[in-house]
């Protein structure tokens, strides 16, 4: 791939034609062509080191500190949606490359015709080199008519047999709409403020009721996939609102926590369901919220405090010192909520990179630590207690038949509480757009228009 950087001059800031500023933290202004190039350019880094794309265009940002805010943030959307589309894009051009799967993707992820695409292959300036002849061609005419599911889907190949098990005909369907971008959605923190009230409040933000969550707001999207800087705003500020997917604010409601429970939130990472657990309880009972890895709690001690929310946060030791912080709860628990490490196959419209890094290897490390995690809650929760286990992943090995081995090790302590009573109980009018499944149940992009989050409810019988 040829260097999309010419040489700098000592300044550092006449590599890249930009309009305006050129102070990092205004928006400076490059080119539609220059973006293209530089997103070749990130593009072969990731392929090259295997590595997240947030760490590579973090370090392409770092390394071309004249770039502004709006050029990052358009570049990270090109990168993102290339790699949304990696597998049919390839398909559509022929080859794997950078170059080729961002062209591709143009088409694919963009709608844009050939002679637009071409204009911004001119090699000017700082525009990637002239289409080829056969690009063109290829660019013009090339269809996914005879792409194996996998291409057609952008997904590994490797998953396929167990995505099909679930999803049947719809297969290709929901791949797709997994390789479309997520929407920007927002939970409205009742402790606070009342969702009519805040749809009032935030009319700037164009924002628009969830489908199906209660407390959900749907904030608009530019064609760029960019959305409001949310977190600065000063309702945020005030804790009106967290940025929440719309499935992970259904799970939560999905727990059927009460007010005056004892509720455990076993895997509370950042805290976003612990806040929304929260909101549930209405700062009445006990919420206790941990997570195997004390980094990942970090976050939660300011979210809590900006939302007004109750928690008793327990982080656990690192070292040899490490000891478990729960044990004078084993037995007593109401409620435990095990938001389980998975492998985050429901998540990829918002992390197109990690579907082409999953290995059959992760996945066997994340059953084992669902398996330790499972088994933690059911010492955790008391006779008639009950476990929320949640997921955001579509492959069945990691849901149902998570569930179906705690039974087994289990014996009968533990029954299968039916999704469709609890989802009766919760939220009945979201029932005909589910997959019911064998213990739990299963949104999805094309069902719910949600992120892929399984749910299943076990409880305690003696």
Same mark, same amino acid.
């Given at each position: *791939?040829?260097?999309?950087?010419?040489?700098?001059?000592?300044?550092?800031?006449?590599?890249?034609?930009? +309009?305006?500023?050129?102070?990092?933290?205004?928006?400076?202004?490059?080119?539609?062509?220059?973006?293209?190039?530089?997103?070749?350019?990130?593009?072969?880094?990731?392929?090259?080191?295997?590595?997240?794309?947030?760490?590579?265009?973090? =370090? &392409?940002?770092?390394?071309?500190?004249?770039?502004?805010?709006?050029?990052?943030?358009?570049?990270?959307?090109?990168?993102?949606?290339?790699?949304?589309?990696?597998?049919?894009? %390839?398909?559509?051009?022929?080859?794997?490359?950078?170059?080729?799967?961002?062209?591709?993707?143009?088409?694919?992820?963009?709608?844009?015709?050939?002679?637009?695409?071409?204009?911004?292959?001119?090699?000017?300036?700082?525009?990637? $080199?002239?289409?080829?002849?056969?690009?063109?061609?290829?660019?013009?005419?090339?269809?996914?008519?005879?792409? $194996?599911?996998?291409?057609?889907? =952008?997904?590994?190949? /490797?998953?396929?047999?167990?995505?099909?098990?679930?999803?049947?005909?719809?297969?290709? @369907?929901?791949?797709?709409?997994?390789?479309?971008?997520?929407?920007?959605?927002?939970?409205?923190?009742?402790? #606070?403020? =009342? +969702?009519?009230?805040?749809? %009032?409040?935030?009319?700037?933000?164009?924002?628009?009721? !969830?489908?199906?969550?209660?407390?959900?707001?749907?904030?608009?999207?530019?064609?760029?996939?960019?959305? @409001?800087?949310?977190?600065?705003? $000063?309702?945020?500020?005030?804790? /009106?609102?967290?940025?929440?997917?719309?499935?992970?604010?259904? %799970?939560?409601?999905?727990?059927?926590?009460?007010?005056?429970?004892?509720?455990?939130?076993?895997?509370?990472?950042?805290?976003? #369901?612990?806040?929304?657990?929260?909101?549930? *309880?209405?700062?009445?009972?006990?919420?206790?919220? !941990?997570?195997?890895?004390?980094?990942?709690?970090?976050?939660?001690?300011?979210?809590?405090?900006?939302?007004?929310?109750?928690?008793?946060?327990? !982080?656990?030791?690192?070292?040899?010192? +490490?000891?478990?912080?729960?044990?004078?709860?084993?037995?007593?628990?109401?409620?435990?909520?095990?938001?389980?490490?998975?492998?985050?196959?429901?998540?990829?419209?918002?992390?197109?990179?990690? #579907? &082409?890094?999953?290995?059959?290897?992760?996945?066997?490390?994340?059953?084992?630590?669902?398996?330790?995690?499972?088994?933690?809650?059911?010492?955790?929760?008391?006779?008639?207690?009950?476990?929320?286990?949640?997921?955001?992943?579509?492959?069945?090995?990691?849901?149902?038949?998570?569930?179906?081995?705690?039974?087994?090790?289990?014996?009968?302590?533990?029954?299968?509480?039916?999704?469709?009573?609890?989802?009766?109980?919760?939220?009945?009018?979201?029932?005909?757009?589910?997959?019911?499944?064998?213990?739990?149940?299963? *949104?999805?992009?094309?069902?719910?228009?949600?992120?892929?989050?399984?749910? %299943?409810?076990?409880?305690?019988? +003696?």
């Amino acid at each position: *791939m040829p260097e999309a950087r010419p040489p700098c001059g000592p300044s550092g800031q006449e590599a890249w034609p930009y +309009r305006g500023s050129v102070n990092a933290s205004e928006e400076s202004d490059l080119t539609p062509a220059a973006r293209c190039s530089a997103a070749i350019e990130v593009l072969a880094d990731i392929a090259e080191r295997r590595r997240p794309a947030a760490d590579a265009l973090k =370090d &392409w940002g770092l390394a071309h500190r004249f770039a502004g805010s709006g050029d990052r943030a358009a570049i990270a959307s090109l990168v993102y949606d290339a790699l949304r589309r990696r597998a049919s894009a %390839a398909w559509i051009m022929g080859e794997d490359t950078p170059r080729a799967i961002l062209i591709g993707s143009l088409r694919l992820q963009q709608g844009l015709a050939a002679p637009t695409v071409a204009a911004l292959f001119t090699g000017e300036r700082f525009a990637p $080199p002239p289409l080829s002849e056969g690009e063109l061609t290829r660019l013009r005419d090339a269809t996914l008519a005879e792409a $194996p599911a996998h291409v057609a889907g =952008d997904a590994p190949d /490797w998953v396929l047999p167990a995505l099909g098990a679930l999803l049947g005909e719809d297969l290709l @369907p929901e791949l797709r709409a997994l390789a479309r971008r997520a929407p920007l959605d927002i939970r409205i923190n009742s402790l #606070k403020q =009342d +969702r009519a009230d805040a749809l %009032a409040a935030l009319g700037h933000l164009s924002a628009e009721p !969830t489908p199906h969550a209660p407390q959900g707001l749907r904030i608009p999207i530019g064609a760029d996939g960019r959305g @409001p800087a949310l977190h600065v705003e $000063p309702e945020f500020l005030e804790g /009106w609102y967290e940025i929440q997917d719309e499935g992970s604010q259904l %799970a939560s409601l999905l727990t059927e926590a009460r007010p005056g429970e004892t509720i455990v939130d076993l895997c509370a990472g950042g805290g976003g #369901k612990t806040l929304a657990l929260a909101a549930l *309880m209405r700062n009445a009972g006990r919420l206790v919220a !941990t997570d195997g890895d004390p980094r990942r709690l970090a976050p939660i001690h300011e979210r809590l405090r900006r939302a007004g929310a109750r928690a008793e946060v327990r !982080t656990p030791r690192t070292g040899r010192a +490490r000891a478990d912080v729960l044990t004078d709860l084993d037995g007593t628990v109401d409620r435990v909520v095990v938001d389980a490490p998975c492998t985050g196959t429901g998540t990829w419209r918002r992390n197109p990179d990690a #579907k &082409w890094r999953l290995r059959p290897g992760s996945l066997a490390t994340r059953l084992s630590e669902q398996a330790a995690v499972l088994d933690r809650a059911a010492a955790l929760v008391r006779p008639g207690g009950r476990i929320t286990y949640i997921t955001c992943s579509l492959l069945p090995e990691e849901n149902d038949g998570a569930v179906a081995r705690l039974l087994e090790r289990a014996g009968d302590r533990f029954a299968v509480v039916p999704a469709a009573r609890v989802v009766e109980a919760a939220r009945p009018a979201l029932a005909p757009l589910l997959r019911f499944t064998r213990h739990g149940l299963q *949104m999805s992009p094309a069902r719910t228009g949600t992120d892929g989050f399984y749910v %299943a409810t076990l409880e305690r019988r +003696r």
